[in-house]
Every structure is written in structure tokens, then in C-alpha cells.
């Protein structure tokens, strides 16, 4: 590692932090360093690059045609993301309503984004898990009923057609490929008046009952660039809305949240105060991480567009079959930062630990390795770390941040060098972050810059989600890594709701228990659920990785005895050693929620659906289970 990254002031900020006792026995801790100014909107990265480093990559996406890499300059970003404003202000949407993606990653997708941005209209990127990577369109239909938006765009009519096909909004669609539309006798995206022709017969239910005005991308971004853009671009201020995001929906009913200008702005700088090498190295980023997401968007996305860097966009998964795309793009593009969920990183390893060679290609330049979205098993760390040790000069820093959809994202950052996995690092600069106790935790709130106004139309959620001191109610738990030396950062210590008391009245702190078991079943679970609400014993059910396929019944199960016995062993009480144990042959569904594109496991949604199981769990039979 390199040693001299975490004793360089001007490579990374010194972990100071300072703390304020409250009466009540918590406290209060923010960094010292006082936030610097910040831009006013996010338009002014792009132009800022499009002017110092034209030529430089900006974006890059595989050509499905010939499978090269499709990149585009700051320049040619600035050029075309000019051209789809235009068209844009040219089709006279009505104000107040957003731009509506429901697609995946990909240029048009990200010109679409910045266009809206830059002259003043918020766009909403939803999830494929609630289109096409689920049959039942009802939740979609809801949530656009919920923006009511301007405009509707997804990158196919094939893929995304079937959403559409059977919802009574107005706004405008375009699509990137499979609209054919048949231009008006004025031939303008002004005139509005474009018919469907036969697209294809995955989009022929869409066409039958879709809207007349219907236009390609293509012809969105055929305008030419007009003063009007610049005006537009001129008149957004810090706190108009630049985007919204839809949160996770662990209750099912997904809340819009607002991100201004200014909270996406000062995030990114609090970003560089802490990662100050930013300000001497372009980050090269290989990202699959989807734009629906804070951590993917907010984070990754904002960051490369922040500091001119240049981002390829991945289109693997953490998934069988797409995963190795993935590594594919990192051994080719050698990327310096590498973000990733604790999944992303399990699908990794096996590949990266059995060729050291692709390991050292795709580690070689790398900064950092950076995990976030979930807790991150000390198994998953600690196999990784071997990995880069074997291939690498200097062991590789792995590190996190931890933050929120309604906190733009970040709020913590380890911006020094842990030894283990589960610290989430001190409040950046600007954030506020107090610990009031709650039950047998601290609960974590949140106060700052970057914390969202409210939700969009929804006055009594918005009141709820804050305290009478104005901090966000984030609902997490942590505690110091060291009461004494809070410099040493915040542990992060599950969530508050998903903690259960057995029927012996003890608290079982489900994070905190899930990441344990996970590391000793290692690598055989993918994730497990932990059980045992009002019962006398803990359970888990157990998700199995690919890892386990190999194995015959009786060895899974064996495997799984001798994980519980050794949690046992370790002593910690009834709450930290489970003592029954659920093999499921099912993996998690999205279309059920109980798992999100970012590979998180919903606890709750697992328990609720899967209420048969927990039964079997707890029948008395055999500890641990494994249906033939």
C-alpha cells in the first residue's frame, strides 16, 4: 500500500473530527474543516471540461455492432447534450414536470439526464426491476402516475413498450431504437403531432393504445443549439430540483425523493475535500452501478463528471453470465477507482482468485477498491485483500463511504486506512451526524448541505423523516470504533428496524449477526435472512452461491453445522449464534422485492414471503435444512 497516500495532506484529509456530548448520552460529531464554496449547478462541470479538456473522455459504451468501445469527448458530450436541450425546449413541455427514464445505463440515457439538468427539468431514473425486469407493470404504472411526467423515454420500444402500452398519461415518449415514427406534415419535433408506424411485434400492444406523440431519440438530438439553452441554463438556482430518485420501496410504496443542484453540488465537494488526490488524478471509472440509484448516479457518475474523469459504462452485472462482462471491461480499461457492492465483489473474487493474471490487470491502477450500498462480510475483505497482495507491489486500500438516497449520497468517508471491514469513516465536511440512544443502540440522524428538502408532494412523510432539530431520520445504527479516539471513525451497527428481541426479551442486531454468519459459511452463502422474531432460537435462511452448487446435500449441510458450531464457539450469547439453519433452492426474486438491481437483500420482504420456510425453519425437525 502505498503509505505515503495516507501521510500526503494533499492526496487525503487527516481524520479529525470533533464531538459534542449531548445530555441525553449521546453526542454529536462534525468534521472541523469548514466546506468550501461549491458549483451552483451541475451544468457547470460539463461546461467547465467541454472548455479546459475538449478532447478528452468523457463517456464510453460498448457498440453492440462490433463490441469496440463507443467513446465521446467532453466536447462531443457538450455538443450533443446541447442539441437534446434544444429539443427539449423546442417540444414546449409543460414546467413543473419531470423527464421520466425507465432504461438502463447508456449514453443517450446519460445525454437525456444532463440535457434536463442543464436548462432546468428534473429527471427521474426508474429501476429496470420495477419494467423490464419484471412482468407486472402495475408498481411502474403507479409510479408514473405518481410523477405525472413531461416526457418518458426508454432506450427500446421492444423492452419497454409493454409498460407503456397500458398507461393513460399524455406525456411525450421517445425511444432510442423501435419508434419509426412517421413525421407530421411540418416535419419538427415542435409540432408534436408524430404517429407510431409498425415498430416490431414486441412493440406492437404499445403502438396499439400509445399516445400520438411519439418521437426517437434521434430526432430529439437533431436540433440545433439556440441562445435559448444557455438562458435556461442561466436562470437555475442552487435549490431547484435537478433530479428526483425513488427510494428502495421496502414497504412497497416507493417515496420520490427531491436532490437540488445544491445537494449534489456540495456533495461532490465535501467528496473533494476528503479525496483531495482528485484535484491531480481524472478518475477512470468501469461502472455498472445503475443511474436509479444514489450510489450509481449521485456518487459514481456525479464524481467523474465533477473532477473530468472518464466513465465506461458497463453493461455486466454481479449475476451468472454477466459478470464476466464485467471483468472483461475492467481488464481492458484498468480503471483507477473500482466501486462496487458487497455482492458485485463476491461475483468478482471467484474469477479474480483463480487467474492471478486478469487479477493483476484489473488491479494494477487501481487507487481504491470501494464497497458501499450494504455491509461489506469480513470474508469478502479479507479475500480480496489477499487477491491484491498476491498480484500487486502494494497491498490495495479498500475502503467505504455511507450515506442515503435523501442524503445525496454521502455523509461518512474512510478516507484513511482501515484494517477491517465495517467502519464507515467520520462526517465530511458540512455534515452533522448525532447519536441519540435507542433501545441497545445509538441511532444514527443526520444534518446538512446535502440533506434532501422533502419528498415531492407528500407534506406528511417529509414532516416524519426529520426530528424537531431538523436531522434526517436515516434509521441506521453505529457506535464508535473507539469511544475513547473518535478519530478512529463510526462502526457502522445495522439497521435500527430490522432488530428483533427473541421470546427471552434479548435483542439480536440483525446486521451485525448477518455479516458473521455470512463470513463463516464463506464463500457457500450468497446472503443469508436472519430469523427467530419472538421465538427462543435464531435462524437464518440461507441464499446459496454458486460456490455450493458442487457440493451433495449431506456436504452443504455439514458445512452449515460446522459454521453454526464455530458462531457457537465463539460464545456472545443466544443473539450472535444462530442454531437452526434453512437452505432455500429458490434465489431471491425481484419481482417479489425481496432483492433490489444492486443485489441487496430485503430482509423483511424475505420473512414476509417466504413465511412457509421460516415455518420449516422452527418445526423441530432436523438444524439445518436443505430441501432435496
Known amino acids: 500500500m502505498n503509505h505515503s497516500l495516507f501521510t500526503d495532506p494533499t492526496m487525503l484529509a487527516p481524520p479529525h473530527v470533533h464531538r459534542e456530548p449531548l445530555a441525553n448520552g449521546g453526542f454529536v460529531l462534525r468534521s472541523p474543516e469548514p466546506l468550501e464554496p461549491y458549483a451552483r449547478c451541475t451544468g457547470e462541470w460539463l461546461e467547465q471540461w467541454a472548455r479546459s479538456t475538449p478532447e478528452a473522455t468523457a463517456l464510453a459504451e460498448r457498440d453492440t455492432a462490433n463490441g469496440a468501445w463507443r467513446r465521446i469527448s ?24 419531470p423527464i421520466v427514464v425507465l432504461s438502463d445505463n447508456a449514453l443517450d440515457h446519460a445525454m437525456l439526464l444532463l440535457a434536463g439538468q442543464h436548462i432546468g427539468v428534473a429527471v427521474c431514473t426508474v429501476s429496470s426491476a420495477y419494467s423490464r425486469l419484471t412482468k407486472d407493470t402495475t408498481k411502474v404504472r403507479g409510479i408514473l402516475d405518481t410523477l405525472d411526467p413531461a416526457l418518458v423515454y426508454a432506450s427500446d420500444m421492444g423492452g419497454y413498450g409493454h409498460v407503456l402500452s397500458g398507461w393513460a398519461g399524455s406525456a411525450v415518449r421517445v425511444f432510442s431504437r423501435g419508434a419509426n415514427v412517421q413525421a407530421s406534415a411540418q416535419g419538427s419535433t415542435q409540432a408534436g403531432t408524430q404517429a407510431i408506424t409498425q415498430a416490431d411485434t414486441k412493440g406492437a400492444a404499445a403502438q396499439a393504445t400509445a399516445p400520438a406523440r411519439t418521437i426517437s431519440f434521434e430526432q430529439l438530438a437533431s436540433a440545433t443549439e439556440s441562445p435559448a439553452v444557455m438562458h435556461a441554463f442561466a436562470a437555475i438556482k442552487p435549490d431547484d430540483h435537478a433530479k428526483y430518485l425513488l427510494t428502495s420501496g421496502s414497504t412497497g410504496h416507493p417515496k420520490v425523493v427531491i436532490n437540488t443542484h445544491r445537494m449534489l453540488c456540495a456533495n461532490q465537494q465535501m467528496i473533494a475535500q476528503t479525496w483531495r488526490f482528485l484535484a491531480h488524478e481524472k478518475p477512470v471509472v468501469v461502472d455498472w452501478l445503475p443511474w436509479s440509484h444514489t450510489f450509481g448516479a449521485n456518487h459514481n457518475f456525479n464524481l467523474v463528471l465533477r473532477n473530468g474523469g472518464a466513465l465506461y459504462i458497463d453493461e455486466g452485472r454481479p449475476a451468472p453470465g454477466l459478470v464476466e462482462k464485467t471483468v472483461a471491461n475492467l481488464r481492458e480499461v484498468k480503471p483507477t477507482l473500482l466501486f462496487n457492492v458487497p455482492r458485485g465483489f463476491d461475483m468478482l473474487l471467484p474469477l479474480l482468485e483463480a487467474d492471478d493474471g486478469l487479477a493483476r490487470d484489473v488491479l494494477s491502477r487501481l487507487r481504491f477498491a470501494f464497497y458501499a450500498g450494504a455491509a461489506l462480510p469480513q470474508s469478502t475483505w479479507e479475500r480480496l485483500d489477499a487477491v491484491a497482495r498476491r498480484v500487486r507491489a502494494e497491498p490495495l486500500w479498500l475502503t467505504t463511504s455511507w450515506g442515503s438516497t435523501e442524503t445525496s449520497p454521502g455523509i461518512t468517508s474512510a478516507h484513511w486506512r482501515l484494517e477491517r471491514a465495517g467502519c464507515i469513516g467520520l462526517p465530511m465536511p458540512g455534515m452533522e451526524l448525532k447519536f441519540v440512544p435507542n433501545g441497545e443502540k445509538l441511532e444514527m440522524r ?31 445504527a453505529g457506535l464508535l470504533v473507539d469511544a475513547a479516539r473518535p478519530e478512529l471513525g463510526v462502526a457502522f451497527n445495522g439497521r435500527v428496524a430490522e432488530d428483533f428481541k427473541l421470546g427471552s426479551g434479548t435483542w439480536v442486531s440483525v446486521g451485525t449477526l448477518r455479516l458473521k454468519v455470512v463470513s463463516a459459511l464463506a464463500p457457500l452463502a450468497q446472503d443469508v435472512v436472519v430469523a427467530g422474531h419472538d421465538r427462543n432460537e435464531v435462524g437464518v435462511l440461507v441464499f446459496p452461491s454458486a460456490a455450493a452448487q458442487g457440493l451433495s446435500a449431506a456436504d452443504f449441510v455439514a458445512r452449515v453445522a460446522a459454521a453454526l458450531a464455530l458462531l457457537k464457539a465463539e460464545g456472545g450469547g443466544s443473539s450472535q449464534a444462530p442454531t437452526r439453519a434453512l437452505v432455500l433452492s429458490e434465489p431471491p426474486s425481484v419481482d417479489a422485492g425481496e432483492i433490489t438491481d444492486k443485489g441487496y437483500v430485503n430482509q423483511g420482504a424475505v420473512l414476509r414471503r417466504r413465511a412457509a420456510e421460516v415455518s420449516a425453519l422452527y418445526s423441530g425437525g432436523p438444524r439445518v435444512i436443505r430441501p432435496a
Do not use: C, H
Open 74 to 97: 467532453y466536447r462531443e458530450l457538450r455538443e450533443r447534450v446541447g442539441r437534446v436541450a434544444q429539443g427539449l425546449l423546442d417540444l414546449g413541455l409543460p414546467a413543473g414536470k
Open 446 to 476: 443526520v444534518r446538512g448541505v446535502s440533506v434532501f428538502p422533502g419528498y415531492r408532494n407528500a407534506p406528511e412523510l417529509t414532516a416524519q423523516a426529520f426530528d424537531d432539530e431538523g436531522y434526517y431520520l436515516i434509521g441506521d
